[in-house]
């Protein structure tokens, strides 16, 4: 019912930037929040960044000046741009939305397949 294509990702050196984007499609009435997941070998899955549909952001501080992230609300897509990347922020992202889809009265939560990001010299 609801599709996500994750774009971006892959690999950079320290201090270098990689964008991700994320675009959701199906039975989509409106989208809530959206956000950006991380989860590093061993490590529990944590939220990176969040963006509501006014637009109002929120940054795990680890990321805070570094990240910054957007939608487009009529698109039904999210990017986020990560600059000064650093080895820590080696993890699959994943793209998360709280969706209500068509023929449903509530949200739901779906999430992207994830793309790999490394950063390493």
């Known amino acids: 019912q609801v599709q996500f294509v994750e774009s971006g990702g892959g690999l950079a050196q320290p201090g270098e930037s990689l964008s991700l984007s994320c675009a959701a499609s199906?039975?989509?009435?409106?989208?809530?929040?959206m956000a950006w997941y991380r989860q590093a070998p061993g490590k529990q899955r944590e939220l990176v960044a969040s963006?509501?549909?006014?637009?109002?952001?929120t940054f795990e501080d680890s990321v805070k000046g570094r990240f910054t992230i957007s939608r487009d609300n009529k698109a039904n897509t999210m990017s986020m741009l990560m600059n000064s990347l650093k080895p820590e922020d080696t993890a699959v992202y994943y793209c998360?939305?709280?969706?209500?889809?068509?023929?449903?009265?509530?949200?739901?939560?779906?999430w992207g397949q994830g793309t790999q990001v490394t950063v390493s010299s």
């Open positions: 998360h939305a709280n969706i209500r889809i068509s023929g449903s009265w509530t949200y739901a939560d779906y």
């Open positions: 199906g039975s989509i009435l409106i989208i809530d929040t």
């Open positions: 963006i509501d549909r006014d637009g109002m952001s």
